[in-house]
Each structure stands twice: as C-alpha cells, then as structure tokens.
C-alpha cells in the first residue's frame, strides 16, 4: 500500500482544489512510482462541492488522522470559519499537512501553524495574520515548506505544492514526469513571488497629490527629498507620514510603484527590456533584471512569457 493521502471535502468547497488533489495523488500512476498514493476522500454526511456535486464517500473526517499525508483545500467564501468537525480532526493528525489556498485557515483554527511561516491566497494573508496572530504569515511566496506542514497560495500555487509533495516522496524525475502529463511548469520554486499588484492606499494621509506627482515621474531620479519640496514638507517629516500612510519609506514606495509600472509595461507592450527599464526609473536591463528577480522570483522575459501566453 503506498502511501495514505486524505483529502478533507467541506461544505461548498471550490471543486477546483478537490481537481487538483484528485488528479496528483487520486489517479493510478503506478508506471512512475510503484505503489503511487493510496487516495482517500473525507467528507461529512452530504456534503456538497461549490457546484452542488455530492461527496459520496465511505470515508469521514476521522480518516484524516490515521492517514500519512492531509490536504485540506480552500474554504466555501475565502476565509469563512471552518468545519468544527474538520478542525477537530486535524488537531489529532500524526502525519504530514497540506493546505491549498485558504485551507490555511483551517490548519490555523486548529494551531497547527502557530509558530510556523505559512501563506494563503494573498486576498486574505492580511486576515490570516490578524485572526491568527502567532502564525508568520508570508504574503509574497507560493507556498512555504515546514517540514510536515505546508501551505500554499492560491489555484495554480496549489498544483506547484502537490507536485512538490511529489518531488519529495519520489523524487523530481518522478514530479517532472507527471507535470508533463498535466501539462503544468514542472517547478516553480515556493519562494517565487505571488502576481499581486498592491494598489496605492485610499486614505493618503494629506499626500496624495505627492504620490500622483512621483507616479507620473517614475523614470526620473526621484530623492526624499525631492517629495519633500514638492510636499512642503521637511525630509523628517516626509518620511514619517511616509511611515504612518504607506507602512513604508518614501525610497521603498518609489521602488514598489517602479516594479508595479513594470510588471504592466511588461504584460501590456512588447517593449524592449532596456525600454522598460528606462521608463521605470531603474535603468539598464541589467538592473531592471536585478531588481525585478529579487523581487518577484522571476526574470522580466520570463514574467512576460507567462502573462502574454
């Protein structure tokens, strides 16, 4: 028997998440690894997917606990509160646990991520950091791998975690292998970035007209001190209400709104590199390519190939 994968079906769960599970760990794939995952899916009495499928299955959430390995897909409405049910039975799992997307707040709701990094969707890492504080929410990766917990952003990031729950039990030959037939990137790295635009804050704190001028000028070198003047403002007192406003510095902020105007250039125009580098304040492609690797996890061609497909 190979190893036990329980997948925990609430009610109204989004089917796309149950997809994802159901095909990495629920079909045979014993000509890539003998024997492949022994699946299992875990419902309560009647329990209906998002679409109104039936979850007819001999198995409850008491099988969770006896089972090697738990993936616990997003929740009915984002974050709602979880199955008390389901949050019971994962305090007494002994193996490892999955979340995709926001099944975060159910490994939360049970303490299983106190103390842990972990991510979710990014429309709702800032509710998962403020509902459950001693969680060390990551807003900006993929997934993150603590051992015999791990959390994952939301959709796509989902298949990138089980394939990496793959390539640790089997091997990458094995993970590549089966990316291939499902016709998905064989590894994207957990640490890669969310595609998350962060829009500028409603509430300006008396800056919005400086932070309208320095957007409409990303490509010039722009100082502190610089929004200072143009904001009648000593440099101290900028880069407090900078503080207070944004959460952030001014030369931070400037930074965001740069890669924020890439990321558009790059998705929207066929713009040389170098062009886009020059519009964005950051100069050669050369620095663009520093700067926007380190930040999103991907090269700018790369980010491009992706959107424009």
Request: glycine content about 10%; proline content about 5%.
């Amino acid at each position: 028997m190979g190893i036990t994968v329980a997948l925990a079906v609430t009610e109204g769960i989004p089917d796309f998440e149950i997809a994802i599970a159901s095909e990495v760990f629920g079909m045979c794939r014993d000509d890539l690894a003998d024997p492949w995952y022994d699946f299992r899916l875990c419902a309560g009495s009647g329990t209906r997917t998002q679409s109104g499928m039936r979850a007819d299955t001999p198995y409850g959430f008491e099988t969770l606990v006896a089972a090697d390995t738990v993936v616990v897909p997003a929740l009915r409405n984002g974050c709602t509160l979880p199955d008390p049910r389901l949050v019971e039975a994962l305090r007494n799992v002994k193996g490892r646990v999955v979340s995709l997307c926001t099944g975060a707040f159910a490994l939360a709701e049970a303490g299983i991520l106190d103390g842990r990094r972990a991510t979710t969707h990014w429309m709702y890492t800032d509710v998962l950091a403020e509902r459950h504080p001693r969680v060390r929410v990551d807003r900006d990766v993929l997934y993150v791998d603590e051992g015999d917990v791990m959390t994952s952003a939301g959709r796509s990031a989902g298949i990138d975690l089980c394939l990496h729950v793959v390539r640790t039990d089997f091997g990458p030959r094995v993970a590549n292998e089966l990316a291939r037939r499902m016709v998905a990137p064989p590894h994207r790295a957990g640490g890669q970035a969310q595609f998350v635009v962060r829009p500028m804050p409603e509430e300006h704190g008396g800056l919005g007209e400086v932070l309208g001028w320095a957007t409409e000028r990303l490509s010039e070198r722009l100082s502190s001190g610089d929004l200072a003047e143009r904001a009648g403002l000593s440099t101290r007192s900028l880069i407090r209400r900078f503080h207070e406003t944004t959460g952030t510095t001014p030369m931070r902020w400037l930074h965001q709104q740069r890669l924020a105007l890439a990321r558009d250039l790059l998705e929207t125009t066929d713009l040389p590199i170098e062009e886009v580098g020059r519009r964005t304040g950051m100069g050669s492609a050369a620095n663009l390519r520093h700067h926007f690797t380190r930040a999103v996890g991907v090269t700018p061609t790369a980010y491009r190939r992706t959107f424009r497909a």
